[in-house]
C-alpha cells in the first residue's frame, strides 16, 4: 500500500510561483511512476505531469509545458511540482498519484493510489 500527501498548495499571485509537494509512505518508492492531476471547480479532472521512477523521462500536458517541472528525490520518497509563471486558470486542487509500476502512461488513465490533493489558487 502507498499512502501520498500533498503539501505546499495556497494563494498566489497571477505570475507567481509556487511549489507543492508529495510525500509518500510505503515501500518501493523509488520504482514508481508518479505524477501530477488537477481538478478546477466544475471542470473534468486534467492530467498535469508525470515523471518515471529514475527522473530522466518527464510529461507535462501542453498548457503547462515550459512553466511546470516535476522532480522527485527518491532517498526522501519526495515529488516537486514547482509551477512558475501561474495563471488564473492553474487554480484547481493538486493531486498526486502514483502507479505500482515505472510505466508513465498508465498513470494517464488508471494511477493506481491517489493523494487527498492541495489547492492551489492563482487570484490578485
Known amino acids: 500500500q502507498v499512502h501520498l500527501v500533498e503539501s505546499g498548495g495556497g494563494l498566489v499571485q497571477p505570475g507567481g510561483s509556487l511549489r507543492v509537494s508529495c510525500a509518500a509512505s510505503g515501500r518501493s518508492f523509488s520504482t514508481r511512476a508518479m505524477g501530477w492531476f488537477r481538478q478546477a471547480p466544475g471542470k473534468e479532472r486534467e492530467y498535469v505531469a508525470a515523471i518515471n521512477r529514475s527522473g530522466d523521462f518527464t510529461y507535462y500536458t501542453d498548457s503547462v509545458k515550459d512553466r511546470f517541472t516535476v522532480s522527485r528525490d527518491n532517498a526522501k520518497n519526495l515529488v516537486y511540482l514547482q509551477m512558475n509563471s501561474l495563471k488564473p486558470e492553474d487554480t484547481a486542487k493538486y493531486y498526486c498519484?502514483?502507479?505500482?509500476?515505472?510505466?508513465?502512461?498508465?498513470?494517464?488513465?488508471?494511477?493506481?493510489?491517489w493523494g487527498q490533493g492541495t489547492q492551489v489558487t492563482v487570484s490578485s
Open positions: 498519484v502514483a502507479d505500482r509500476t515505472n510505466d508513465v502512461s498508465r498513470l494517464q488513465s488508471a494511477p493506481d493510489y
